[in-house]
């Protein structure tokens, strides 16, 4: 280093790293897993030697994308921060940072907003592109890279689209899906592979005769079977396999079957296991839930129920009727059954659903009732809770934790590097500081998102809650935080007339 070199940290990104995921694929590869970002790097290198800059730390986001909203990357946020505290983890001050192109770093409005925001905390650092340093402090320049933030996002959305495009015309074509191959076919997953196709088959059958998952996964381990990625054959395997609508030709997309103009279900190009009747009939021998139009749990099931809570209220209501004990001398008490209340089905139209519990049978409320009375205590308390908001300030408990990990693993690389400890003795002791580094930033970035939505004022809640931003889970989330429980006392027998009377909440 020479005096009057800017000091630049440098930023390293790759959306989908197929070598990652892929090890057979990448097998026959000239290339890695990680050599995309490595390659930035090494032309962040030589674009900062052109411009008399030196890079003195690297920030690694590899196989994640920035274009997607729930998508966490550890060393993004991690560079925010040293760039907000104008020093790197080893103690050098930053001058500037140096990507390859502006939409490794952004690609979206928020992000190019923090990154701006950080990095002109310090008017006179810059922003480096091969082209050379830009000042994001100039009218000019923060005009430019505005332009580009708005053109990569319009590239980022017409790449979303073309995926989709491709994935519309591969089904309406009735070929096969992309990605890993399916049991019973070869990798061109329209050839049937025999002793494959011939257990699923069989399993089929078997299983319409009435035999048990278990019998037929015992089955499969006899034959010496595995699933197409080499892992043992179990029930919730063997029940996707056999029930994914592609046994029969039959071609569905995300949990539904894709329909032609006539309604009629497109058949897919490859060779089947079985017929659309057997296919059914195995179908039917589960219950809701458990049956799959596409592989791996938690898809939706042919029945169209999802395996998700499904109504506002479950679990928070504790029912509260008094279940009659009789003691060893003839006396009778009492005791609250106080177990927690689900949704369920009903006939009626005016309350398709009820909150039932399960555990005493002897307490039950409409369900709608109940939404509403808690939508409405949500908003009233929301209301109450704005006028003395105060948004809190939270700290991530473990930062002097990460703190000195980053500085022993800085200060190995150091010794490492003026030759004061061996290469064997570097490459055993760094990885496993590495992976706590890696961890430690990880539950950081993850404490911070979590921290934002706490920090969210409630007029803001509300505002969410009633334009229909937050879906069941969030609404639930909010629930949860607010009541510790809500108790429900039982109704009067032969009175249909909801009661609100009956729910009284506790709160946190």
């Known amino acids: 280093m020479h005096p009057g070199e800017p000091f630049l940290i440098a930023y390293s990104r790759i959306s989908d790293d197929w070598r990652k995921h892929n090890k057979k694929k990448a097998a026959t590869s000239s290339w890695a897993a990680g050599k995309g970002v490595a390659n930035q790097h090494r032309r962040n290198d030589r674009n900062a030697a052109r411009h008399g800059a030196v890079i003195v730390h690297r920030y690694t986001d590899n196989d994640l994308s920035a274009a997607k909203r729930d998508v966490v990357r550890p060393d993004f946020q991690a560079m ?3 760039l907000r505290r104008g020093l790197t983890p080893e103690g050098y001050p930053v001058h500037g940072i140096i990507v390859v192109d502006q939409d490794r770093a952004q ?7 923090d990154l701006v925001e950080a990095l002109t905390l310090v008017p006179s650092r810059r922003f480096y592109t091969p082209s050379g340093p830009m000042d994001l402090t100039d009218e000019a320049e923060i005009l430019k890279t505005g332009v580009m933030a708005v053109v990569n996002k319009v590239e980022s959305l017409k790449k979303k689209r073309r995926i989709r495009d491709w994935h519309q015309d591969r089904i309406l074509d009735g070929l096969p899906h992309s990605g890993p191959r399916p049991f019973g076919w070869k990798e061109d997953r329209e050839t049937l592979e025999p002793e494959e196709a011939e257990y699923l088959g069989w399993s089929i059958d078997e299983r319409i005769k009435g035999k ?3 019998t037929l996964c015992a089955e499969a381990k006899k034959r010496e079977l595995t699933g197409s990625l080499g892992g043992e054959i179990v029930p919730t395997t063997l029940t996707q396999m056999m029930t994914a609508p592609r046994v029969c030709g039959y071609r ?10 006539d309604g009629s279900p497109i ?3 490859w060779e089947t296991v079985t017929t659309p009747e057997k296919w059914r009939a195995v179908c039917a021998t589960f219950g809701d839930g458990s049956t799959y139009l596409a592989r791996g749990s ?3 099931s042919i029945t169209g129920i999802p395996k998700t809570v499904k109504y506002l209220g479950s679990s928070l209501l504790r029912c509260q009727y008094r279940i009659p004990e009789e003691k060893s001398d003839g006396t009778v008490t009492t005791r609250v059954c106080n177990a927690r209340i689900a949704g369920v089905r009903a006939s009626s139209k005016r309350s398709p659903y009820v909150y039932s519990c399960s555990k005493c049978s002897h307490n039950a409320i409409s369900g709608p009732m109940v939404d509403k009375l808690l939508e409405r205590l949500v908003l009233t308390k929301l209301k109450q809770a704005e006028a003395t908001y105060i948004k809190p300030e939270m700290s991530w408990p473990k930062e002097s934790q990460l703190r000195q990990k980053a500085d022993k693993l800085a200060g190995l690389e150091a010794q490492w590097s003026s030759d004061e400890i061996s290469d064997a003795m570097f490459y055993r002791l760094a990885p ?6 890696r961890k430690l930033q990880r539950e950081r ?5 979590a921290a934002e939505s706490k920090q969210e004022a409630p007029n803001e809640v509300a505002r969410k809650w009633l334009s229909g931003e937050y879906d069941l889970s969030q609404k639930r989330q909010v629930l949860f935080e607010m009541f510790a429980a809500v108790q429900v006392l039982p109704g009067q027998r032969g009175n249909k007339t909801p009661n609100p009377k009956r729910l009284i909440p506790v709160w946190n």
Do not use: Y
């Open 252 to 261: 569905a997309n995300r949990g539904e079957l894709v329909l032609d103009d």
């Open 298 to 300: 938690g898809t939706r």
């Open 107 to 113: 690609r979206t409005d928020r992000d190019w907003e």
């Open 80 to 82: 925010l921060r040293d």
């Open 267 to 269: 058949v897919g190009v």
């Open 212 to 214: 048990s998952m278990t």
């Open 445 to 449: 970035a993850q404490f911070e998102l």
């Open 432 to 437: 496993s500081l590495e992976k706590e580094v």
